[in-house]
């Protein structure tokens, strides 16, 4: 006996109303499923009588969806959603893979790891991808490092030498160091301001800065600006990356920012002075029980081969 004859749905039929409702005709979604239209209108016909009333209008143009067959197409792409979801899910199983925490600073997560994760070109992730283009990473989700949450992975930050504090099990590999400079935008130029012409000179100008710096003040790192943000007139702290691009982009004043800020946008600017040796290193860190999953290993070892594909220090 035919499933279908009995009142067990089958996600055929749900599909079949899928296509027809999308393509507006029984031909149409005939040719997309590779079968015949009389059977098609013979397993709507199907449907309408479970549901006891009509889901199409049917004419010589096509098929258009009653509002009865509106509201059961509605639940139709929940269904599909659904099961994609889990065939997703299913997929992953069987590849050994699973969602990977990975906790980093704010700046880190929003402006490297999601567009890395993302395979977007944005700033410098864009020459990752150029300099790695096999570069795949598997589903992770971003941990906030202030918080505290429990991740796998961890992208810290330390003085420059300085390997961060770990357990005796856990893995570390210094991923980077990055150097800062000092940043104005276009908007502070519309604004007629002249610019500093040494480092000593920012201290006259409005400040950005942000309050991770004064955690990782040292010697050729942050204590540089540490002494300017001290001798100015006007300085504004803030605790988000994202809010430091805005007031940059507003005009509002000189901010420290990593020497491959520019690429992110056109209106950023470095400024022109010779500044001290501003540094400080990013590390990857995982516990050696964490990495025996596969799909940690491999976020690890793919983070480690994007950001060692660069040269941090020059800006690219």
């Known amino acids: ?28 979604a005939a040719s997309r499923l590779n079968i015949h239209q009389a059977s098609v209108s013979r397993r709507i016909s199907a449907l309408e009588h479970k549901a ?43 590849a050994g893979e699973r969602q990977v925490a990975v906790s980093a600073s704010e700046g880190v997560s ?10 977007a070109k944005i700033g410098p992730v864009g020459g990752m991808l150029e300099r790695v283009p096999d570069l ?10 202030d918080r505290h949450e429990p991740a796998d992975i961890g992208l810290v930050w330390s003085l420059p030498g300085t390997i961060p504090a770990a357990g005796v099990t856990d893995h570390v590999r210094r991923l980077a160091t990055v150097r800062f400079t000092p940043f104005y935008s276009v908007q502070y130029l519309n604004q007629k301001r002249r610019l500093p012409k040494t480092f000593e000179e920012i201290r006259q100008h409005p400040l950005i800065t942000h309050s991770a710096y004064s955690r990782l003040s040292g010697p050729d790192s942050f204590d540089h600006w540490g002494k300017i943000e001290r001798g100015a007139d006007q300085c504004v702290t803030v605790d988000f990356t994202s809010s430091v691009e805005r007031l940059l982009r507003a005009g509002a004043g000189i901010t420290l920012l990593p020497t491959y800020s520019g690429l992110y946008s056109e209106d950023y600017r470095r400024l022109e002075v ?12 995982a516990d050696a029980d964490a990495l025996r999953v596969p799909a940690v290993r491999h976020t690890f070892d793919e983070i480690s081969r994007g950001f060692h594909a660069i040269d941090w220090k020059t800006g690219f």
């Not at 279908?4 to 031909?27: H, Y």
């Open 136 to 145: 795949r990473i598997g589903p992770i989700r971003m941990n906030s490092e």
């Open 52 to 94: 006891g009333t009509a889901l199409f209008r049917r004419s010589k143009t096509g098929a258009v969806l009653t509002e009865a067959g509106e509201r059961l197409l509605a639940k139709a792409r929940a269904v599909e959603e659904q099961i994609l979801d889990f065939e997703k899910s299913l997929h992953a199983l069987k």
């Open 274 to 285: 010779e500044s001290p040796v501003m540094d400080v290193d990013l590390w990857i860190c």
């Open 110 to 119: 929003t402006y490297l790891l999601a567009p890395l994760s993302a395979g």
């Open 1 to 28: 006996m035919d499933s279908r004859s009995g009142d067990a749905m089958d996600w055929e039929d749900i599909k079949l109303l899928l296509e027809a409702g999308r393509a507006g005709s029984f031909t149409a």
